[in-house]
């Protein structure tokens, strides 16, 4: 699972690269990402949550990850959260790599 959220946000980090304009936007651009854990299942549990935050932590790629981690670490159930990690990391893998792609592929030659 770590691989496979490594390999995801690896590839969104070559996308937001390739297409700033500057080395230095270039390694700004993912900063945003070590926020997600916070805002999802990772230190409290969404139903703590109100309304509208806990909507965005239901939906996004890093409560089910985070679920199936502490699932697979502690002995207890994955339940349906592996699935939905899995293919959350593999949607984005698949995407930011084509994105990646399409962006270099596009890139003039110097």
């Known amino acids: 699972m770590l691989l496979l959220i490594s390999l995801a ?3 969104l980090s070559v996308a937001l690269g390739a297409r ?3 080395v230095e936007s270039a390694g700004n651009a993912p900063m945003p990402l070590p926020l997600l854990p916070f805002l999802g ?3 409290a549990p969404t139903d703590s949550m109100p309304d509208r ?3 965005f932590a239901d939906h996004q790629p890093f409560t089910p990850v985070i679920e199936t981690l502490r699932g697979l670490l502690l002995g207890t159930g994955v339940g349906h959260n592996g ?3 899995a293919a959350w990391c593999a949607g984005g893998t698949a995407a930011c790599f084509l994105w990646a792609r399409r962006l270099y592929d596009r890139a ?3």
């Open 108 to 110: 003039p030659v110097r």
């Open 41 to 43: 299942s990772g230190f």
């Open 83 to 85: 699935v939905l990690a």
């Open 53 to 55: 935050l806990r909507w």
């Open 20 to 22: 700033s304009k500057s």
């Open 9 to 11: 946000l690896t590839w």
